[in-house]
């Protein structure tokens, strides 16, 4: 087999749809919810959300996140491909969230009624906050090159 290209494939991957599904945990067991997210070429992902949600509530109480990221437009029948990945999900401080609004309205420059200026994500009382997960570990799926196994992503490997 000819030598994997990461990068390619990953970038692939994370472009073919815009929400990963995202599961936390908390004091009152596992939850999971959809969020669009953008990411950087270390394969950080980033979504915002309000505060007061459960899993932002779950992410502030206990930084393990686990996502999988997989367009809903493939069929069972063709290729399958997506990603696994668990990693450590942080609420970002204000000194962090100029570089991490650059990555994600860089995505997606225009979400109607949500909010988008940098000052509206800074402050203790933003009604909206970014989130950084640092993966661990990442799996990877594509039936056309692996079958049906799961490949763990080199560590290192960068877009």
């Known amino acids: 087999?000819?030598?994997v290209e990461w990068p390619k494939l990953l970038r692939e991957c994370l472009s073919s749809t815009d929400f990963?599904?995202?599961?936390?945990?908390?004091?009152?067991?596992?939850?999971?919810?959809?969020?669009?997210?953008?990411?950087?070429?270390?394969?950080?992902?980033?979504?915002?959300?309000?505060?007061?949600?459960?899993?932002?509530?779950?992410?502030?109480?206990?930084?393990?996140?686990?996502?999988?990221?997989?367009?809903?437009?493939?069929?069972p029948q063709a290729r399958a491909v997506g990603m696994q990945?668990?990693?450590?999900?942080?609420?970002?401080?204000?000194?962090?969230?100029?570089?991490?609004?650059?990555?994600?309205f860089d995505r997606a420059p225009i979400i109607n009624g949500i909010p988008h200026k940098l000052e509206e994500f800074l402050g203790a009382s933003a009604a909206w906050k970014l989130v950084q997960i640092t993966p661990q570990e990442i799996g990877y799926f594509n039936s056309e090159i692996f079958g049906e196994n799961r490949e763990v992503v080199p560590s290192g490997v960068t877009l």
């Open 1 to 3: 087999m000819p030598p």
């Open 20 to 75: 990963l599904a995202l599961a936390t945990t908390g004091l009152d067991g596992l939850w999971n919810n959809a969020v669009y997210f953008a990411w950087d070429e270390r394969l950080s992902l980033y979504f915002m959300s309000m505060p007061a949600s459960r899993h932002m509530q779950n992410i502030a109480a206990n930084g393990e996140a686990s996502v999988a990221i997989f367009s809903t437009a493939q069929s």
């Open 85 to 104: 990945l668990r990693g450590t999900a942080r609420i970002l401080p204000d000194s962090a969230v100029p570089a991490a609004h650059r990555v994600y």
